[in-house]
């Protein structure tokens, strides 16, 4: 009955008002997670059980973190600036915001942020019907900087060197950034040793 319904196995998660655009009533979307095809996630997002993609933590950030940006180590990793991995997902949202259901699995490290640091150097990877926001290289190296007492001081400094020797590195943006944040002094001591 329902295999005439467009549910993309490439796409991980559908929200209700997705289904809903696709034809499915309440009834339906309940009758697809009988079936095992969904799972109701929360109160606005299912995933999709026969999804066939590549597996990524950073799809389920948007789910329960709408205004969630991949930040942190995470980001560093995704850009290969660290060899450490993760054992979370560090997830930056807007200090007035919350969340109310976290899954898990991934199990997500929430830091709160100010509403520029939250906005600034934010980008979306869209890999095919799936995406996640993550701050660009820069802000990712700046805030590694900011709040390297966090990360950790060895960390910061493998991030820093590998970021210094990456070709796509822009230090006149991660410089602007660092001043919007007010960790520009910091980050000149730091290249100062470096360079």
């Known amino acids: 009955m329902y295999n005439t319904i467009d549910l993309s196995i490439d796409q991980k998660f559908f929200s209700i008002q997705e289904l809903k655009n696709k034809g499915l009533s309440q009834y339906k979307i309940g009758q697809l997670v009988e079936d095992g095809v969904l799972t109701k996630l929360n109160k606005k997002y299912y995933e999709n ?85 993550i701050y660009d290289l820069e802000k990712t190296v700046a805030d590694i900087v900011c709040y390297r007492e966090k990360v950790g001081i060895a960390e910061t400094r493998e991030i820093l060197i590998t970021y210094l020797n990456t070709r796509t590195r822009n230090v006149n943006r991660l410089l602007e950034y660092a001043k919007r944040m007010k960790c520009d002094k910091t980050l000149r001591g730091y290249l100062e040793v470096l360079i």
């Open 49 to 133: 059980l026969r999804y066939q993609g590549e597996e990524s933590d950073f799809y389920y950030v948007g789910v329960y973190a709408p205004k969630g940006v991949i930040c942190l180590l995470s980001a560093a990793a995704y850009y290969n600036l660290t060899t450490y991995i993760p054992d979370t997902v560090d997830v930056a949202i807007p200090r007035k915001a919350r969340i109310s259901t976290m899954p898990d699995w991934p199990q997500m490290h929430i830091h709160y942020y100010t509403d520029v640091g939250h906005e600034l150097g934010t980008t979306r990877i869209q890999e095919g019907k799936n995406a996640f926001k």
